[in-house]
């Protein structure tokens, strides 16, 4: 009987690409070692940006997270062990996790790659503004391209007890402060990437936009503020959000 666990790498791709249904693609990375070493997003034709996915921590186990999807009636799930006792956020079908210890990484669900991030304890002042549950440093992160695509991101988070906006790229070994002169601005609550611009909201409601095609130096060399409107009432919270290729 044929050994199926000894298929050539380059005969497994092309059968990989040749799927184009969600259940195969888990599937055929669950046969065996090899197979699942080429069980990508890059060597697959896939749905997976389309179908929507719930991550829930499993009943017998609280801290291992699982993903879960209803597709074509069928109930669809994927362990996630590398985010076990972690906080997760996500941003570009992309996991940000966040451990007990402080340590950060991006991290994708379905191929298991993980890219590990500079400590929390490498942004500026941390002793000063940490928080007293190290998993919840970050409090929003923001891709501005899927690492799955390319090695020319950034990612942008609001961090620390004081919710300052950091960034960090690939070949970083500390997060960076975002800073700007002759403006005043309270804690962040929201970010979001935008037609290759971040845009960021504090609780007074000032939006700072970062043009992410600028970022050439350790400082932002094009971010400029949008002064709020002035308002009887602040609101305990604010967002951004996309509709309909504007932002709200």
């Avoid at 184009?20 to 070692?33: A, H, P, Q, S, T």
């Avoid at 991550?55 to 069928?74: H, P, Q, T, W």
């Avoid at 993980?114 to 929003?140: D, M, R, S, W």
């Avoid at 007890?161 to 800073?179: A, E, K, M, N, Q």
Wanted: contains cysteine; proline residues 4%.
């Amino acid at each position: 009987m044929a050994d199926w666990s000894e298929l050539q790498l380059d005969l497994l791709v092309s059968i990989g690409r040749c799927l184009n249904l969600i259940e195969d693609y888990l599937n055929f990375g669950r046969v065996c070692k090899s197979w699942h070493s080429v069980a990508t997003k890059a060597n697959f034709n896939n749905d997976l940006c389309r179908a929507p996915w719930l991550m829930l921590a499993e009943e017998e186990d609280n801290e291992v997270r699982k993903f879960f999807s209803l597709y074509n009636g069928m109930i669809l799930n994927k362990r996630i062990p590398k985010a076990s006792r972690k906080r997760c956020l996500e941003s570009m079908g992309w996991l940000i996790t966040v451990g007990e210890e402080g340590e950060i990484s991006l991290l994708h669900p379905f191929s298991d790659v993980q890219i590990e991030l500079p400590h929390q304890n490498t942004t500026v002042e941390y002793n000063k503004h940490q928080t007293g549950a190290l998993t919840c440093f970050i409090g929003k992160a923001v891709l501005s391209a899927s690492p799955s695509h390319t090695s020319d991101y950034l990612l942008m988070v609001i961090d620390g007890g004081s919710r300052f906006l950091s960034f960090w790229r690939p070949g970083d070994i500390r997060w960076t402060r975002v800073t700007w002169e002759g403006i005043n601005y309270s804690s962040f609550a929201d970010l979001i990437y935008f037609n290759g611009q971040i845009y960021a909201v504090d609780y007074s409601g000032n939006l700072l936009v970062c043009n992410v095609a600028d970022v050439v130096s350790p400082k932002l060399t094009k971010c400029h503020i949008i002064p709020s409107q002035p308002h009887e009432h602040i609101p305990e919270h604010l967002y951004i959000l996309e509709s309909l290729d504007h932002y709200l």
